[in-house]
T-cell receptor, first 114, second 112 residues
Framework: SAVISQKPSRDICQRGTSLTIQCQVD?????MFWYRQQPGQSLTLIAT?????????ESGFVIDKFPISRPNLTFSTLTVSNMSPEDSSIYLC???????????FGPGTRLLVL | GENVEQHPSTLSVQEGDSAVIKCTYS??????FPWYKQELGKRPQLIID?????GEKKDQRIAVTLNKTAKHFSLHITETQPEDSAVYFC???????????FGQGTRLTINP
C-alpha cells in the first residue's frame, strides 16, 4: 500500500471562490485519481490525474471547473473553481501503487461552501 | 458505461449473525471487484477484492463470491461484531483496478 495525505483536511469557503486540494503520497505511484463523495452518497470518479499531461475527466466533469495537476509521481492537486453550495462534498484522492494492485484512498478533504 | 447496483441500502443484524450484501454490474467486460468499508468520518478502506478469474475468495470472517454469468457479486460477513458497523461499498472496474464504478453503499448496523 502507500501512505497518502491530503491538505486541507477540511475547509469552509464562500461561493464564487476557488480551493486547491493537495494529495501527497510517500512513494511513487502508477496511477492517481480524484473522487467526489457528496453528503451521504457514494463515490464518483472525477478524473484520472496523468503525470506530465492533462487529466482525463469522466462524464459530467470538466477541466474548467476541476483543474488538476500532477507534476510528478507522488503529488497531485485538484482545484474546485467558482464554488457553489452544490460543491459541498468530500473530495478524495486515490492511488494505485503498482501494476495490477488495487486503489487506496487518502483521508479526504471536507468542503463546505456557503 | 458500467453501472453498479447495490442492495440493500441498509442492513441491521444481531451480533454474531451473518450479513450479506449484493451487487450487480452491467458491463460484462468488468474484471475487478473490490469491497470498501467506510466508517463515519473516515476514508474508504479496502477489505477484500476479487478478480474475474476467481469465483470465491475468503479472508477470515469475510468472503466474496462472483457469478460472472449473472453479473453479480456478494459480500458475506460471518460472526458479525459491533466494529463491523459501517457503510460498505462495492465497485467494479474494466481496466484492472482503474476507474472504479461504485455501488450506492449499504449501511450495516450490528446490534449487540
Amino acid at each position: 500500500s502507500a501512505v497518502i495525505s491530503q491538505k486541507p483536511s477540511r475547509d469552509i469557503c464562500q461561493r464564487g471562490t476557488s480551493l486547491t486540494i493537495q494529495c501527497q503520497v510517500d512513494s511513487q505511484v502508477t496511477m492517481m485519481f480524484w473522487y467526489r463523495q457528496q453528503p451521504g452518497q457514494s463515490l464518483t470518479l472525477i478524473a484520472t490525474a496523468n503525470q506530465g499531461s492533462e487529466a482525463t475527466y469522466e462524464s459530467g466533469f470538466v477541466i474548467d471547473k476541476f483543474p488538476i495537476s500532477r507534476p510528478n509521481l507522488t503529488f497531485s492537486t485538484l482545484t474546485v473553481s467558482n464554488m457553489s453550495p452544490e460543491d459541498s462534498s468530500i473530495y478524495l484522492c486515490s492511488v494505485i501503487p503498482g501494476a495490477g494492485e488495487t486503489q487506496y484512498f487518502g483521508p479526504g478533504t471536507r468542503l463546505l461552501v456557503l | 458505461g458500467e453501472n453498479v447496483e447495490q442492495h440493500p441500502s441498509t442492513l441491521s443484524v444481531q451480533e454474531g449473525d451473518s450479513a450479506v450484501i449484493k451487487c450487480t454490474y452491467s458491463d460484462s467486460a468488468s474484471n475487478y471487484f473490490p469491497w470498501y468499508k467506510q466508517e463515519l468520518g473516515k476514508r474508504p478502506q479496502l477489505i477484500i477484492d476479487i478478480r474475474s478469474n476467481v469465483g470465491e475468495k475468503k479472508d477470515q470472517r469475510i468472503a466474496v463470491t462472483l457469478n460472472k454469468t449473472a453479473k453479480h457479486f456478494s459480500l458475506h460477513i460471518t460472526e458479525t461484531q459491533p466494529e463491523d458497523s459501517a457503510v460498505y461499498f462495492c465497485a467494479a472496474a474494466i481496466q484492472g483496478a482503474q476507474k472504479l464504478v461504485f455501488g450506492q453503499g449499504t449501511r450495516l448496523t450490528i446490534n449487540p
